[in-house]
């Protein structure tokens, strides 16, 4: 196992299985090839005239999220959308909202979806130490893997800052003016095919990453049950965690070793360095 097994995980797809599909003639998302025709069948939601496409008549944002609602629902009645959240997420085109879309058919309909994690750092007199957490076994995604200290998905609605501020408070009991103090250190962005039970699509994500210094005496709670545990450990021994195997779910991972390129825990004398930096952004 090496530090570059998490990033080639996280980038591994067969791009001639996907095609595109349009809002307005910009390309909105990707799906399998295989739901191509079931889309296409849709009247009056999608048209496939040379290209896959929301039906043009849904002109404006509200119209859109209508539009996609209704085909989500057929589609997870189809069992094409395993799980639906009750949560909506937006649909951008460079960095326009032009709709919004059921949180749990983003990567059925390979639409770009952002996050927000963020590195719980303490420092100490032997070192950078990082605040990790262990998912709660009851979780339907994931359950019992290691994560950042704070994760969650983009809801629509919110800007990065509120959605971290909110975060912060629901998973770990961050006050929101402790949380405020988070430095916004840049982004990781993969592409993925996932699997049947994750949404069978194209995991397509950023997630823009904070770091948050903590006080020594500071202990999280964790306050909406996501969470099983934290445990506060040396920054050096959570790269060990991740070398030793696939404990972390796997874009956090992504996360902790960007933290560890940032501070020099991987250097640039590491055999696989260019491979892991270029492979934190694609």
């Known amino acids: ?106 990567d059925v309909f390979g639409i770009e979806s952002a996050g927000c994690h963020v590195n719980g750092v303490v420092r100490r007199p032997d070192g950078l130490h990082l605040w990790i957490t262990r998912r709660s076994p009851t979780k339907r995604t994931f359950p019992n893997l290691l994560d950042n200290f704070v994760a969650g998905g983009q809801p629509d609605g919110l800007t990065v800052i509120e959605n971290l501020v909110k975060e912060c408070g629901e998973e770990a009991g961050v006050p929101p003016e402790l949380a405020r103090r988070a430095v916004p250190v840049g982004i990781i962005s993969y592409v993925m095919a996932n699997e049947p039970d994750i949404g069978n699509g194209l995991s397509r994500h950023v997630l823009h990453c904070f770091d948050l210094e903590l006080p020594g005496d500071f202990r999280p709670t964790a306050v909406d049950g996501e969470i099983a545990e934290f445990r506060l450990l040396p920054a050096a021994e959570v790269g060990a965690i991740i070398e030793g195997g696939w404990s972390f779910k796997f874009n956090c991972a992504l996360v902790a070793i960007d933290f560890m390129i940032r501070h020099g825990l991987i250097d640039p004398d590491h055999p696989d360095y260019l491979e892991i930096c270029r492979g934190l952004r694609r």
């Open 1 to 106: 196992m090496a530090f570059v097994d998490h990033i080639r995980r996280c980038n591994a797809y067969a791009p001639e299985d996907f095609v595109p599909w349009s809002i307005s003639g910009e390309t909105a998302g990707y799906v399998r090839r295989t739901l191509r025709p079931v889309l296409a069948g849709y009247a009056g939601l999608f048209v496939d005239d040379g290209g896959l496409a929301l039906d043009p008549r849904h002109a404006d944002a509200a119209a859109r999220t209508a539009a996609l609602a209704e085909t989500v629902d057929r589609l997870h009645r189809a069992g094409l959308v395993r799980h639906v959240t009750g949560e909506t997420a937006p649909v951008t085109i460079k960095g326009r909202r032009i709709a919004a879309i059921e949180r749990g058919a983003l």
